[in-house]
């Protein structure tokens, strides 16, 4: 099985900064794909970025040059670095991510808990 743990969410104010980090772990082989994803209170689950190899990382145009995502192989885990935080950003935020778990498998969809962020003065 395969686990994926989110950590660094919290309260901070607006334009603060929060880094997420988002740790995979258990029966790996490959992860193709991290995507992080966020819920607002009372909304549906929107994506807010995502990195995958060969393409540049992809972002919503909500956190285009405030958030910056990225990802370290080495350690099977995700980044979500948040600048100029802002009020709209609250929302409980979940990492994605596509993984191999063996070289013959399929590659599968995951999910982590979430972290709630909360931008609030």
């Known amino acids: 099985q395969v686990q994926l743990v989110e950590s660094g969410g919290g309260l901070v104010q607006p334009g603060g900064s929060l880094r997420l980090s988002c740790a995979a772990s258990?029966?790996?082989?490959?992860?193709?794909?991290v995507g992080w994803y966020r819920q607002p209170p009372g909304k549906q689950r929107e994506l807010v970025a995502f990195?995958?190899?060969?393409?540049?990382?992809n972002y919503a145009d909500s956190v285009k040059g405030r958030f910056t995502i990225s990802r370290d192989n080495a350690k099977n885990t995700g980044y979500l670095q948040m600048n100029s935080l802002k009020p709209e950003d609250t929302a409980l935020y979940y990492c994605?991510?596509?993984?191999?778990?063996?070289?013959?498998?399929?590659?599968?969809?995951?999910w982590g808990q979430g972290t709630q962020v909360t931008v609030s003065s």
């Open positions: 258990g029966s790996i082989f490959s992860i193709s794909a």
């Open positions: 990195i995958t190899s060969g393409i540049s990382p």
């Open positions: 994605n991510a596509i993984v191999k778990r063996t070289a013959g498998d399929y590659s599968g969809s995951y």
